[in-house]
């Protein structure tokens, strides 16, 4: 039973659902005033059915009016002639004639009181129809402006939604930019602080201190073969050692001479 219930819950809630979704105010509103246009028309038509009613009971009067001037004049020279038993017959039915002309009064009076409350009702019901008609309008009218409304937020909202992602484009593009300029300047330095010769010296497996004992010994390596030039050479004249040492000197005073 609560499963049938729940079940029973759930597919009206759906079927609410898609209701809502189908449904258009507008629709509702124009199905509306027609039904009370209806409402009226129907209304209209049971004035007109009553006073066709009435019209032939007014009819029916007519002749059994005729009847009873017909019968009192007929008793009455009945009467007049000795006749009293015809008289009375002719009263008698003057008096049924008068009571069927009473019974029709009253189905005037009848149908009368009914066509004034029926006429009373649609002058009503013809205010609130043209006061719905009226409100419809203007409901419908806000209905559409809202439809409006909603559509150009929506709208508003999807450039929003644009924007944004184009400006977070936008935000990563300028940090690529400042990680590439980064990058560049630091290639630079290491460019001008002579990185990549260093770098480019790993290829051989050798380090800072391997340079610098190839250096020692490439020095050393001189100095041993300047001693060697001095033993084939033999000793050095003084005289030989002063001129050279004069040249030295004047050698080294040319380039202050013409600086100066």
């Known amino acids: 039973m609560a499963l049938g219930r729940r079940m029973s819950t759930v597919v009206k809630a759906k079927i609410s659902r898609l209701l809502d979704k189908a449904e258009r105010p507008s629709e509702i509103l124009d199905y509306g005033y027609v039904k009370q246009v209806e409402n009226l028309y129907n209304l209209k038509r049971g ?3 009553v006073v066709t009613a009435k019209r032939r009971v007014q009819r029916q009067q007519q002749p059994l009016q005729q009847k009873v001037v017909k019968l009192d004049t007929q ?8 006749q009293e038993d015809l008289a009375r017959t002719a009263l008698e039915r003057k008096q049924l004639a008068q009571g069927e002309l009473q019974s029709l009064d009253r189905q005037v009076g009848e149908l009368e009181d009914q066509q004034q409350k029926l006429i009373d009702s649609e002058q009503k019901l013809r ?3 043209e006061a ?4 419809k309008e ?7 402006a809202a439809e409006a409304q909603v559509r150009i937020s929506e709208a508003a909202s999807g450039v929003g939604s644009q924007m944004a992602d184009v400006g977070m484009a936008l935000q990563r593009a300028i940090e690529k930019t400042e990680s590439l300029q980064a990058r560049a300047s630091a290639v630079q330095e290491l460019e001008a602080a002579g990185t990549f010769d260093d770098l480019t010296a790993l290829g051989s497996g050798k380090d800072d201190i391997d340079r610098q004992l190839e250096q020692i010994g ?5 100095d041993d073969e300047v001693a060697k030039m001095k ?4 000793p050095i004249p003084p005289s030989a050692l002063i001129s050279a040492h004069s040249q030295a000197l004047q050698a080294g005073d040319s380039p202050r001479t ?3």
Do not use: C, M, W, Y
């Not at 203007?138 to 559409?144: I, T, Y």
């Not at 490439?218 to 001189?222: D, H, I, K, S």
């Not at 033993?231 to 033999?234: K, P």
């Open 127 to 129: 205010a609130k129809v």
């Open 75 to 82: 008793a009455r020279q009945a009467l007049a002639t000795g």
């Open 132 to 135: 719905f008609r009226t409100r």
């Open 231 to 234: 033993v084939e050479l033999g």
């Open 47 to 49: 004035i007109a059915d």
């Open 218 to 222: 490439a020095l050393g390596a001189v």
């Open 258 to 260: 013409a600086n100066q």
């Open 138 to 144: 203007v409901v419908k009218a806000q209905h559409s």
